[in-house]
């Protein structure tokens, strides 16, 4: 019963041996300095992969920077033609407005406000928010009612009055005017 675990005991220690020869031979290489290359490798490969890498990402970060830049000049841009299409159209109700107040619509001013308040409704669709664009919509459906029975109905006037408050609280909620002004 011996043998068997003599065995054992002779491999492990003749394991242990070869395992304590190879550590011997790395540490004699590394101080014999035979492998300096090695050493300059363990030192240069991390530095040229992370030098590496960080030109890599440099170049991903300046294409999303550009991008995010563009997409704010855009941004920009699109606020600032919806800001004049709003003023320019809601300038163009308060003429409406203003004629029907006098109640007069045969106005010539009537007439081509009503023109160009439908015309800005169909060229800047994409421009207005869908709220204002029936808001708009329902205003100049309204005054063209009354045109065309060349008449002002009772009710009609605080009717255009309550779109136009309606309009430019939607203008305003739009263009986040009150958000600025906090």
Known sequence: MNAPNQKKDNSVVALRSDIEKAKKEILDKLR??????????????????????????????????NQQQLLMEKSKAFYEKRFEVYTVSYGSL??????????????????????????????????????????????????????????????????????MDDVEKEMKKDLRLGELAT
């Open 32 to 65: 014999n300095g035979e492998s300096k290359w090695w050493k300059v490798l363990i030192v240069a490969l991390p530095v040229i992969l992370t030098a590496g890498l960080g030109y890599l990402l440099s170049g991903e970060i300046e294409q999303a920077k």
């Open 94 to 163: 308060v003429t409406i407005y203003s004629s029907i107040k006098t109640g007069d619509t045969n106005d010539k001013d009537l007439a081509e406000a009503m023109a160009f308040l439908n015309e800005q409704n169909c060229k800047y669709k994409l421009i207005f928010s869908p709220q204002v664009y029936e808001l708009l919509y329902k205003a100049w459906n309204t005054v063209f009612e009354t045109y065309k029975k060349n008449m002002i109905e009772p009710g009609t006037v605080k009717d255009i009055e309550n779109i």
